[in-house]
C-alpha cells in the first residue's frame, strides 16, 4: 500500500437515457474529458476522450465495434482502434501502441457513475 | 572568455539578380533568423523574375507576373537591394566589390550569380537594327516594339528568321508567331535541337513544328545579314548562297557565362567559359562562391535553372553552417511550346557502351519515341520522347533503375507506366512519406508474412500517415500472394468474408435494411471502422434513409458523423454547397458574416467554394441554421458522396465559350447532390475544349463542342491523378444526364470500398468499350434497373442538414458534454495569423502568451 492514499469518490455523470447504443458521447469532469460508450449488452465503458495520437478530445465520436472478442473504439482522427474495457491499443497503424485512461463505471438504476481518483 | 563581443553581422554580397540568386536568398533568409547583412546587386533595373517563363510575356504575362516573390528583398531588413547598378570590379584583397556607380560593398561571403549573357553569330551584321537576342525582360520587350513599328512601316506582316534550333529558338520562334511575324528556325546541323535529340527524332519534331505553321530550315549556315536602305535588317545569306528575306532575326546560339568579374579578378575559370566550382559550390577562393549558370561543374557550365536551384541551396545551407554537395547535373529537358511534346533524358544518345535502344515510330501521327537500354535489356539509361511526352514524368524517376516489364509497353500510345502484369522495380519508392521502396513491401510479403496492406503498414509504415499510397501497395501484396500460389482476400474486414460488391448485391437481394440485421444475416461480431461506413454508404443508396437515422448514426465515419469535417483539433470545418461554383453577392455576405459572427477561419477551397474553419461541435447546429434559413444547403463536403461540379464560366460570359457550362454543372451538382458511393465523385464542365474547369481530371468530364457534350470517364486528382477518358461525344443535354446516371449507378453497385472511379475503370474487364456497351447498348440488361434507382435518388434527396435541424433526437448528438451540452471543448485554443485564427502548435501551447481560447472567441449575432 502506498503511504499517499487517494480518495476515491463515485461521481455521477449522466442517466442512461442520455447514452445511445454504440455511440459515444463526452461527459466532463472538473477540466478531465471522458468518453462514455454504452453497448447493446447494456454495459457502459468510459476511457479518456483524449485521442494519444492527435491530442484532440475526440475519443466519443469514433465507431465502435468489436475485434475478435474485445469491443473496440476507433480513434475518429487517425483510426487507431483502442479495446474499451482496459484502454489499450489494439492496432496502432505504424504507430507506437499508447493506450487509454479507463474509469470503473457503476450504474444505480437509471444513474451512471464513474470512479474517481483525485 | 571574460569580454563578450557583439556577435559581428556576416557580410554577404550577391553579384547578378536572377533566378538563382533569387533562390539562394529565399533559401537563406527562410531557414535563419540570424542577423545577416546581405547585399543583392543586380544589373537589371528590376526584380529577380521568372526568366523560364519569359515567352509568357507575349501570351500577356507582364513585368508584375513574372517577377519572383519580392517579399524577401522588400521587407526583410537584413536585405539591401541595389538594382540597376552592375559589379564593376571584385576586390579581393579587400574583399570588396565595386559597382558602376561607384559605390563600394565589403563581403565576408561573395556570391556570383550572374548568369549567361546570349550569343549572337560572329557574321556581318550582326547587330542591325531588328536583331535580337532573346535572354532578358529588356529584350523580348524591344522586340515587341520592334516588330510593332516595322510592321507598321512596312504595311505587312513581317517575316522572321531564329536562328538556331535548340530549345530556345523554338520557342523564340513560337513567340514570333505569336506576334504575327512569318516564322522560320535556321539550324546549321542536320535536325533541330541536336544536343537532345537523334536524328529521326529532329526529324518527326521538324514535322511537328511545321505542322503548327512555323518553317524549318536545318543544314543552312548564316555567312551575313545584310540591311535595306532605312538601315533595318533585310535579308540573311547561308553559306550555299542563297538568301532569304528577314524583316527580323533572333539568335538563339547559345549562351556563354559570365565570367568576366570573376577572370579579372583572377579566379580559376574554365577555358570553355565558367568560373570553376568544386562540389560545395566554392571558388577558388574560399571566401567567394559561385552558383547558377555562371559556374563551371566537372567541366561544364549548363543553361537550365535546376542545378542552379541545386547549386543555391547548397551555397545557404554551407552559408548556415550545414554540409551539402552539388551531385551534378541532371540534363533532361521537356519543350514548353504549346502543342508540341518533346522530351529527352538521361543517356538519350545511348552512349553507354553495349546500350540498346528500343524505338517505337508512328510517323502518320508523328510520334517517335526510344528508350535506352543497358545491354541486357533491363535498365533504363534514357529517352526521347516526341509528339507524345505523356510518359516523361514516369519514366524519368525509373532512370538507371530496372523497368520490370517489356519496355516496348512503356512505348505504345497512352501506355502510362502502370503496366499489366509488369512490377514495379524494387527500388522504386511506393510510399514516399516512409521513403518505402516496392522490394521493401516484397520482402514484407515473403519474409514477414504480411498478407495485406494493412500488415504491411504494421510492418513497414507503408500507408501510416497520409494513406494514398495503400492501393499501390494492396496491389504489390496481391501480385506477391499471386506469386507464392496464395489467393489474395477480397474479404471486407475481419466481420465479412464478402466484397464490397457482394455485400451490396447481398444487401440489394436480400431487402435487409439495417446494419444488425445484416451483420448477424451475413456476417460477424459488431462491425469495425471499415465495413460500417462502407454498409452506411450501401444502405444509403438502397434505402435513401437519413444519414443520422436510428442505427444508421453509429456507421457513420469520422465526417458523415456529425456532417462536417473533422480538423486536426477535433473541430470542424463547414462547407455549403454552391453549384457550379455559383454564388450570389448576397450569399457571399451571409457567408462572410455566419464566419465572422463565429470567429471561422475561412478559405476557398480547391472545388469552387469557400470553407469556414474552426467550428466545435455544439456550434454545428447554430451555423447550419442561419446557413439554411439564408438558402444554403449541405456541401456534402464530409461524404463519400457527390462533392462539387467545377465549371468554368462558359458561353455566357466567356468569348469563346460554345455551351453553357455553368448553367449545366448547376444541373449535374443539384441532380447528384447527396448520392452516396464507394468513394468520393467529382465532376467538372468546360465550356469549350480550352478546358478552364479541368474536368479531365475529375470522376466525370463533360466538354463542350460545337456538336453537343463530349463525357470524359474515371479522371482523378490526388494521389495517382489520371486524365479521364473520352467515353462519349457529341451528346445534348438529355443523353448526357442518362450516361452519367448509368455510369454512376453501375460503379456504386460494382466497385470496391474506397475505390474511385479511376482505379475501377482501370479494372473493368473489358475497359471502356465494355462500359460504353453497359450504358448505351444496355448489354447487361441493366440500364432500366440503373434509370430507377437514380430516378429513386433524385425524388428522394432531402437536405440532410435541414432535416437534421428539424429533428430534436437527432440535435442531441451535437451537445458538447452529456453533463454540460454547451459548454465547449477546454482543450482548444488558437492563435491570430494573417488576420484569422487557427489552432495553437503544442509549443505556442506551452508558451501559452499568444493563445486565444476557444471560449473568448465571442459569439456575435
Ligand atoms: C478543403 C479542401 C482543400 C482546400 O482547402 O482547397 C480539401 C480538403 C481535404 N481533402 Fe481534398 N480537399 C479539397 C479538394 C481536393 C481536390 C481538388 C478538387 O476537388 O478539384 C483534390 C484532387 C482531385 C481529386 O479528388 O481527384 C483532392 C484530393 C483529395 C484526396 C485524394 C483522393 C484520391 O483519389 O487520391 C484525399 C484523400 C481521400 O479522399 O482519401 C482528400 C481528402 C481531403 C480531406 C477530407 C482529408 C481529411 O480526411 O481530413 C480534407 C478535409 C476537408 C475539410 O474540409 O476539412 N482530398 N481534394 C478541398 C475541398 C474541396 C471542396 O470544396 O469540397
Ligand atoms: C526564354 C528562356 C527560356 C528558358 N527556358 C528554360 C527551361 O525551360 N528550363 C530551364 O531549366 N531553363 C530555361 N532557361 C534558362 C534559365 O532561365 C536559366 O538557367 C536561369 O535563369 C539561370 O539563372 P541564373 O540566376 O544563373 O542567371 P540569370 O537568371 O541570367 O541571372 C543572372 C543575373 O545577373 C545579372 N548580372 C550579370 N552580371 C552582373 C554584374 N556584373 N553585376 C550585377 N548583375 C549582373 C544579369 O543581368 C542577370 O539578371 C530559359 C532561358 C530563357 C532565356
Ligand atoms: S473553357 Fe471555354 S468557355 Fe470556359 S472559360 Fe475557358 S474559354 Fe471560356
Ligand atoms: S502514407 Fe504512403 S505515401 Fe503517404
Redesign the pocket.
Known amino acids: 500500500m502506498s503511504a499517499v492514499t487517494a480518495t476515491r469518490t463515485w461521481v455521477r455523470i449522466c442517466a442512461i437515457g442520455d447514452l445511445e447504443v454504440e455511440r459515444g458521447r463526452a461527459a466532463l469532469h472538473g477540466d478531465v474529458q471522458v468518453a462514455l460508450f454504452l453497448l447493446r449488452d447494456g454495459t457502459v465503458h468510459a476511457v479518456s476522450n483524449r485521442d494519444p495520437y492527435s491530442s484532440a478530445q475526440v475519443i466519443s465520436r469514433g465507431i465502435v465495434g468489436t475485434k475478435g472478442d474485445a469491443p473496440t473504439v476507433a480513434s475518429p482522427m487517425y483510426k487507431q482502434v483502442f479495446d474499451l474495457r482496459t484502454g489499450s491499443c489494439l492496432e496502432a497503424h505504424g504507430k507506437d501502441p499508447r493506450p487509454l485512461q479507463v474509469w470503473p463505471v457503476a450504474r444505480r438504476g437509471d444513474d451512471i457513475y464513474l470512479r474517481w481518483e483525485e | 572568455m571574460s569580454d563578450i563581443l557583439s556577435p559581428l553581422r556576416e557580410r554577404i554580397v550577391v553579384?547578378?539578380?536572377?533566378?538563382?540568386?533569387?533562390r539562394f536568398l529565399e533559401s537563406l533568409l527562410t531557414r535563419t533568423d540570424a542577423d545577416l547583412d546581405v547585399t543583392l546587386?543586380?544589373?537589371?533595373g528590376r526584380h529577380?523574375y521568372d526568366?523560364?517563363?519569359?515567352?509568357g510575356f507575349f501570351g500577356g504575362r507582364g513585368d508584375d507576373e513574372l517577377t519572383l516573390d519580392p517579399v524577401h528583398i522588400d521587407t526583410d531588413p537584413r536585405v539591401r537591394f541595389l538594382p540597376g547598378?552592375?559589379?564593376?570590379r571584385i576586390d579581393r584583397a579587400e574583399r570588396q566589390v565595386v559597382?558602376q556607380s561607384g559605390e563600394v560593398v565589403g563581403y565576408d561571403r561573395l556570391v556570383l550569380?550572374?548568369?549567361?549573357?546570349?550569343a549572337r553569330l560572329a557574321v556581318d551584321g550582326f547587330s542591325l537594327p531588328g536583331c535580337f537576342v532573346?535572354?532578358?525582360l529588356g529584350d523580348v520587350a524591344g522586340l515587341q516594339a520592334f516588330v510593332e513599328t516595322r510592321s507598321r512601316e512596312l504595311g505587312r506582316p513581317l517575316t522572321g528568321h531564329v536562328i538556331g534550333g535548340g530549345?530556345?529558338g523554338l520557342?523564340?520562334a513560337g513567340a514570333l508567331q505569336q506576334l504575327g511575324v512569318e516564322a522560320t528556325v535556321v539550324q546549321s546541323s542536320d535536325r533541330l535541337m541536336s544536343a537532345q535529340l537523334d536524328l529521326p527524332a529532329g526529324t518527326a519534331l521538324a514535322r511537328l513544328i511545321e505542322a503548327r505553321g512555323i518553317r524549318v530550315r536545318t543544314g543552312a549556315l548564316t555567312t551575313l545579314l545584310t540591311p535595306d536602305r532605312s538601315g533595318s535588317v533585310a535579308a540573311l545569306e547561308f553559306r550555299d548562297g542563297s538568301h532569304a528575306a528577314a524583316d527580323v532575326v533572333v539568335f538563339t546560339v547559345g549562351v556563354r557565362p559570365?565570367d568576366?568579374?570573376a577572370r579579372s579578378a583572377g579566379l580559376t575559370c574554365d577555358p570553355r567559359g565558367g568560373v570553376v566550382i568544386d562540389e560545395r559550390c566554392d571558388t577558388d577562393d574560399p571566401a567567394v562562391m559561385a552558383?547558377?549558370?555562371?559556374a563551371s561543374f566537372g567541366g561544364m557550365a549548363?543553361?537550365?535553372?535546376?542545378p542552379?536551384y541545386a547549386m543555391a541551396e547548397v551555397a545557404a545551407t554551407r552559408i548556415l553552417g550545414g554540409e551539402a554537395t552539388f551531385d551534378g547535373y541532371d540534363l533532361s529537358?521537356?519543350l514548353?511550346l504549346t502543342g508540341v511534346d518533346v522530351a529527352s533524358f538521361g543517356d538519350a544518345f545511348a552512349e553507354t557502351p553495349g546500350a540498346l535502344d528500343v524505338v517505337y515510330a508512328d510517323p502518320a501521327a508523328g510520334v517517335y519515341k526510344k528508350l535506352v537500354l543497358s545491354d541486357d535489356a533491363k535498365t533504363l539509361l534514357g529517352g526521347i520522347l516526341v509528339g507524345d511526352a505523356s510518359a516523361y514524368g514516369s519514366l524519368r524517376p525509373l532512370l538507371g533503375t530496372a523497368l520490370g516489364a517489356d519496355p516496348a509497353a512503356f512505348l505504345l500510345p497512352e501506355g502510362g507506366v502502370e503496366l499489366p502484369g509488369g512490377d514495379l522495380p524494387d527500388e522504386a519508392i511506393v510510399c514516399s512519406c516512409s521513403a518505402v521502396t516496392a522490394g521493401r513491401i516484397r520482402h514484407a510479403v515473403h519474409e514477414e508474412g504480411c498478407t495485406d496492406a494493412g500488415g504491411v503498414k504494421a510492418c513497414t509504415k507503408a500507408g501510416a500517415t497520409c494513406g494514398s499510397c495503400v492501393v499501390a501497395v494492396g496491389k504489390i501484396v496481391g501480385r506477391e500472394l499471386g506469386k507464392m500460389g496464395k489467393t489474395v482476400s477480397h474479404a471486407l474486414c475481419e466481420h465479412f468474408d464478402l466484397s464490397r460488391r457482394q455485400l451490396f448485391d447481398a444487401v440489394r437481394v436480400s431487402g435487409l435494411t439495417t446494419f444488425s440485421a445484416v451483420i448477424e444475416r451475413f456476417g460477424r461480431g459488431r462491425g469495425c471502422d471499415v465495413c460500417k461506413p462502407a454498409l452506411a454508404s450501401i444502405l444509403a443508396v438502397l434505402t435513401g434513409t437519413h444519414v443520422l437515422d436510428g442505427e444508421n448514426a453509429t456507421l457513420q465515419d469520422t465526417n458523415d458523423h456529425v456532417m462536417a469535417n473533422m480538423q486536426k483539433d477535433g473541430t470542424y470545418s463547414v462547407v455549403p454547397r454552391m453549384p457550379g461554383g455559383e454564388v450570389t453577392p448576397d450569399g457571399l455576405i451571409t457567408i462572410g458574416e455566419i464566419a465572422r459572427d463565429f470567429a471561422l477561419y475561412t478559405k476557398i477551397t480547391g472545388g469552387q467554394r469557400v470553407d469556414m474553419f474552426g467550428a466545435r461541435l455544439e456550434q454545428l447546429p447554430d451555423i447550419w441554421r442561419r446557413l439554411v434559413d439564408a438558402g444554403f444547403e449541405s456541401g456534402h463536403a464530409y461524404g463519400k458522396s457527390l462533392r462539387t461540379v467545377k465549371s468554368c464560366v462558359g458561353s455566357t460570359w466567356c468569348r469563346y465559350g460554345v455551351l453553357d457550362s455553368v448553367g449545366m454543372a448547376v444541373r449535374l451538382e443539384l441532380r447528384y447532390r447527396g448520392l452516396r458511393a464507394p468513394h468520393k465523385l467529382k465532376l467538372g464542365v468546360s465550356g469549350c475544349a480550352r478546358e478552364c474547369a479541368e474536368a479531365r481530371s475529375k470522376d466525370v468530364g463533360v466538354i463542350a463542342t460545337e456538336k453537343g457534350w463530349n463525357m470524359y470517364v474515371g479522371g482523378n486528382g490526388g494521389y495517382s491523378p489520371r486524365h479521364a477518358e473520352l467515353l462519349a461525344e457529341g451528346l445534348d443535354d438529355d443523353g448526357l444526364i442518362t450516361a452519367i446516371d448509368r455510369y454512376f449507378m453501375y460503379y456504386i453497385r460494382t466497385a470496391d470500398r474506397l475505390q474511385r472511379t479511376a482505379p475501377w475503370i482501370q479494372e473493368l474487364e473489358g475497359g471502356l468499350d465494355e462500359l460504353r456497351a453497359v450504358i448505351f447498348d444496355d448489354s447487361l440488361g441493366i440500364c432500366a434497373d440503373l434509370d430507377a434507382a437514380m430516378a429513386g435518388h433524385v425524388e428522394g434527396y432531402e437536405d440532410e442538414w435541414a432535416a437534421t435541424l428539424a429533428d430534436p433526437e437527432k440535435l442531441r448528438r451535437f451537445e458538447s458534454f452529456v453533463n454540460a451540452p454547451t459548454t465547449p471543448d477546454p482543450s482548444l485554443a488558437y492563435v491570430a495569423e494573417r488576420g484569422q485564427v487557427r489552432p495553437a502548435t503544442e509549443d505556442e501551447r506551452r508558451s501559452e502568451a499568444v493563445l486565444i481560447a476557444s471560449t473568448t472567441l465571442a459569439v456575435r449575432r
Open positions: 553579384v547578378g539578380a536572377g533566378m538563382v540568386a533569387h546587386i543586380g544589373e537589371e529577380p526568366r523560364v517563363g519569359l515567352t547598378d552592375p559589379v564593376r559597382t550569380a550572374t548568369g549567361s549573357y546570349a532573346y535572354r532578358t530549345l530556345l520557342e523564340a559570365r568576366e568579374l552558383i547558377g549558370e555562371v549548363v543553361g537550365l535553372v535546376a542552379g529537358t521537356k514548353k
